[in-house]
């Protein structure tokens, strides 16, 4: 059953308007230590989600250790410096002043926690979901339980994961699930490099039963305006997958629709915004030179996976993912075939992050089309604001510092990711030819600007 709670200061942390009068001692001492922001929390995994999460928990008042593997990481914080431009570096400083974060390697170095939420990540490898970092961080928390300890999972995994991996680990400790030790699900939903903050995205919050559902709830209203709360972690878990696929299969709709009007001499774009007129039943997507980031093209491989262990396939999640994986050697032809031949040739890229407005070029489609267009004996450049380097074959590139002389210089500039910091109108002027990936010169026509 779905429980939606606004978290309201009058009612929001009443120990006494609860269900849960003959509840264990654990789980009173736990919903008092977070009434009175007393609980020390961990967080294994300092990366997008951890590191945000963690000072959130900071800011509500809780202490917050934050724990992470990368030497580089856990000294830039202790400097005073976030390791991501995402991550405001004030507040990193300020929440250390005030006493209520810190940053260390290891849940040994981190002493006593009350709380450890795993925000590790959960990549694929060779095709198969690579759980090993959630494992060895449930391992460490296995370790040290002690009762009362209240372990959480935020990464990305398929339905069944904090059931099947990470409660028998914690219970071999003989302690008693939902009794003396509690667990709990809440997959993350943030999306860097847009506006939403973390706080004001509706969370969903699972337990392994009645008392850590219900400290799950207690604890993310602390830092959340919306927390739902569902009847399983495997609930939570799916949610996420079929948010994430839901995505995944849209996109490459809309990709495999693109490669089709172009061939039919139609406008993509303007087919979109043509349907986005409809006030029902339709949600524009847009195309692109494929899908990046390690999230929507690696979520629903989780779900593949965890499928055919049942005997179920999902070939519409399989197709959309190849068609998707199709895409930079779409756009790799499509600017062969209008330079006639891109040998030799002087390109210049505009945007190799995965997406608009952030600084993360792993897993881009945009850095694959560099790599391919560089392997077809291009002579690549690249523009991008956000990431000054990034390995182009065998050879660490630059970002070019004079853009606009750049621009003129080039045979053909393609624009691969639309960050907010270019001025379209310029790119236009200044360019030879145009190849947009994006439909970043939007109603800009002219004899030199191509589209996807
Ligand atoms: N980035 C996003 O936008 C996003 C959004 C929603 C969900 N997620 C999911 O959240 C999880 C984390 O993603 P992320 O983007 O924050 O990853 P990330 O790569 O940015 O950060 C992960 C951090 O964990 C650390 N780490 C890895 N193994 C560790 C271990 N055993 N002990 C301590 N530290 C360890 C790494 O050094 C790294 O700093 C993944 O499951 C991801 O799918 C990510």
């Not at 789980?27 to 999460?53: C, Q, S, W």
């Not at 693109?258 to 303007?270: F, M, N, Q, S, Y």
């Not at 380097?389 to 002389?405: C, Q």
Request: proline share 6%; charged share 20%; aromatic share 6%.
């Amino acid at each position: 059953m779905i429980q939606k709670h606004r978290a309201v200061a009058s009612n929001k942390l009443d120990p006494k308007a609860d269900a849960f009068d003959s509840a264990p001692k654990e789980f009173v001492e736990m919903r008092h230590k977070l009434n009175d922001r007393t609980a020390r929390i961990g967080v294994i995994g300092l990366g997008y989600v951890g590191l945000p999460l963690a000072l959130a928990y900071s800011k509500a008042g809780f202490h917050v250790t934050g724990i992470d593997m990368s030497l580089g990481k856990v000294e830039s914080l202790r400097a005073g410096k976030s390791p991501l431009a995402t991550v405001d570096e004030g507040l990193v400083r300020a929440m250390s002043r005030a006493g209520r974060f810190e940053a260390a390697f290891s849940l040994e170095q981190a002493g006593d926690l009350d709380i450890v939420i795993i925000c590790v990540p959960t990549p694929v490898e060779n095709g198969e979901p690579d759980l090993s970092a959630v494992v060895r961080a449930t391992e460490a928390i296995a370790f040290h339980l002690r009762p009362g300890t209240f372990a959480i999972l935020e990464s990305t995994v398929y339905p069944g994961t904090t059931e099947e991996e990470l409660l028998p680990r914690l219970a071999a400790s003989g302690m008693t699930a939902d009794e003396q030790f509690f667990l709990g699900m809440s997959p993350e939903r943030m999306n860097p490099g847009s506006d939403w903050d973390v706080t004001q995205i509706p969370k969903l919050v699972s337990g392994i039963g009645p008392y850590s559902t219900e400290l799950m709830r207690i604890l993310y209203e602390t830092i959340l305006e919306t927390v739902v709360t569902v009847s399983s972690t495997r609930v939570a878990e799916m949610t996420k997958l079929l948010e994430n696929s839901f995505r995944n299969v849209n996109v490459g709709l809309v990709n495999e629709m693109a490669k089709v009007a172009h061939r039919l001499g139609i406008d993509i774009w303007e087919v979109i915004a043509a349907a986005s007129t409809k006030p029902f039943g339709y949600m524009p997507f847009q195309p692109g030179p494929g899908l990046g980031g390690h999230c929507i093209p690696v979520d629903p491989l989780y779900l593949v996976w965890k499928a055919e262990q049942h005997g179920e396939q999902m070939p519409l999640l399989v197709n959309s993912q190849s068609v998707n994986e199709s895409m930079p050697c779409y756009v790799t032809a499509r600017i062969d075939s209008l330079l006639g031949g891109v040998a030799g040739k002087r390109l210049l890229l505009l945007g190799v992050a995965f997406k608009k407005d952030v600084d993360d070029a792993r897993n881009s489609p945009s850095a694959e089309v560099a790599e391919k267009l560089d392997s077809m004996g291009a002579r690549v450049r690249y523009h991008d604001p956000h990431v000054p380097e990034l390995m182009i074959g065998n050879r660490l590139h630059k970002s070019v510092a004079d853009l606009e002389t750049e621009l003129e210089l080039a045979e053909c500039v393609v624009i691969l990711t639309d960050h907010s910091d270019y001025s379209w109108p310029v790119v236009a002027q200044r360019s030879r030819l145009v190849f947009d990936c994006r439909n970043a010169l939007g109603g800009m026509t002219s004899e030199h600007i191509y589209k996807l």
